[in-house]
């Protein structure tokens, strides 16, 4: 036994008087070469030189919006836009404050509905992460982010306008709120979820009932990224023209009318008026359309920084 | 003399605790309010699968009766007159395939082209390469530089999904259209037997329509793509370039394959975004029911339709219109579950190694 071991191990040794055979027989070593006469160096070269063209590329749409924004909407930008009601065709002048003031009731509207829902969701499913039910309403909320935002509208036109008879602020909300709904379930699970597990426990442990965890220590806690979820949603809904076209419609008047708003009759919207202006022959109304698509873009990034602001801070920890 | 310091005051505050008052099971009150608060957390959660349910069977009950009447023809008809109650929508199905098919092409090219590029961190090795040259890549300043630009970088593409489509239609109406029509009428001049390039651009077609798209679903696809490639283990990077392969070999012989169920999940969930995105098109594809592959030739899609039709629908097209919806609504769920399955798997596969 002992005497094979030993033999079998001798035979791994090499011979002194061989030489060690050259690693590096049968290798091009020409071929490593850093030089731009090799094809493989070149192709690599070419090759990222074609995906930075490609990613600049990409970006020039993004800053020829930008300028023309700034360019055709900056000029015809004043503060009299905000106070006036849109002009009848072949009238100049004229503004979109009562297009402002719909566009941010309907999304604050839909902002209520779908903030309790959206967060209590998103604690239930950073809670009962396993669970079958969990598993399933992740699954619904992702399936609902890519959900066209024209079904939305259709939907709120069968469920809302159909039902009370008639377009209003109330039917728009709903249909952005739909749209609002899966961002913030999601941003506020992932925000819960990151709640370090110790907190929590600590909270149990001190003999908090689980209503008491979520409010005293999960929700202040995730506070910062369910705050970014709502700000993004919010963002995005702000932008929204398919759902509002017609279950808001569009109106001329304001809102409030004789000191009440009344939130069942058809309200206009930013984004309605930029879709209408743009397909008029009016040149006043063109460059409304532009002003008024200034005015949306610069809400909406200012909704995008604000929840970008809070998310920050969670990032450095 | 004796100056109050936190710990004295922490020292005040706990002894002045009524042990009987904090060390007390919860009440039946507060008991009550918990189970309450969680049944209304499962509560809230069961409402967003029923919220599914009922938006499919909303849409599904408002357009049986279109359903009884046309049947199946409605799908392969081609004639759309209201006048004669004849409905089908063959053209728009049609068109919002052919637009969306076009757009990912492009968006997809790009998009994953953009990935790669903010995978890599081209522009931060650029920046510090540049900054070594004046010996400042240490700077506390300027140091963060590399960092600050790829951050930016990767803000701006995703802004591009932050501008709203009626916006880009706006843009694409009174910049784009202007700007691609004498090469397009050149084109048809020149290659005019090519199906492609059938018919003159006039104004509204396909080609400004699917150019918008394809911006629209580009950060999609960059901002998943870039994940999944971020996601691949450094160490199949290390060991590719350790057996001296060379970047590009890198990323096409073991990056992309590795990632690839993430990007291909990604680019399925742009497709999604295509087929329902609605004012780009509804502005720019010309709303002619015309079912053709010529690139400048106008068209129309189902989601256009709808947003054309439903402000003045009468009460006997809303049946139809609905059915149209129903078909969008199961075009486009079939395709977002299948990326939602997709990007899952490749999730579960990520960790599994």
Redesign the interface.
Known sequence: MSKDSVSSKQEFIPAQNQPAPNPLEGVDLAE?ELSLYRP??L??IL??S???C??F???I??F??LW??IW?GGQKLSLSLFTQLPPAPLEQGGGFGNAVIGTLIMVGLAALITI??GV??G???A??KESK??E??R??????T??????A???A???VV?ATGGFSAVAGAIALS?LM?PTI?LTSESAIAMVPAKMKEAAIGM?A????T?WMVLLPTAMPGILTGIMLAV??A?????PL??TA?FSNYWLISSGRADLMQPTASL?VL??NF??MPFANQ?EL??AA?LV??LI??IF?LIG?SFSRPQIQQ | MATVTRQDQVRAEVAAWNPAQIWQPPTRAQRWYDGAFRRLCFVFAGFTILLIVWLVAEIAFRAMPAFRQYGLAFLYGTTWDPNKAQYAILPEIWGTLYTSLLALIIGSAFGVAAAIFLSEGYLGEAVFKGLRAFNLHFHPIWGKLPDRLELLLKNLIELLAAVPSVVYGLWGIFVIIPMIRPAANWLHQEFGWIPFFSTTLSGPGILPAVFVLSIMILPTITAISRDALVAVPPKLRMAAYGLGATRWETILGVLLPTASRGIFGGIVLGFGRALGETMALAMLVGNANRLTVSLFSPANTLAALLANNFPEASPRDIPVLMYAALVLLAITLVVNIFGALVLERAAAKAEAK
């Open positions: 490593l493989r160096t192709t690599s090759l990222s074609l995906v930075t490609m990613t590329l990409a970006l749409p993004l020829a919006v023309m924004l055709r309790p829902l209590l969701t604690l239930f499913l809670e009962a039910l969990a399933t309403v699954f619904a909320a992702k399936v609902l890519g959900f066209p935002s024209i079904l509208g259709v939907f036109y069968g469920a159909l739909i709904l379930i003999g009932t689980g209503a008491q979520a963002a995005r702000a932008g929204e023209t398919a076209l017609f419609l984004a930029i879709y743009s397909g063109v359309a532009w698509a949306l873009v909406v990034l995008n970008q």
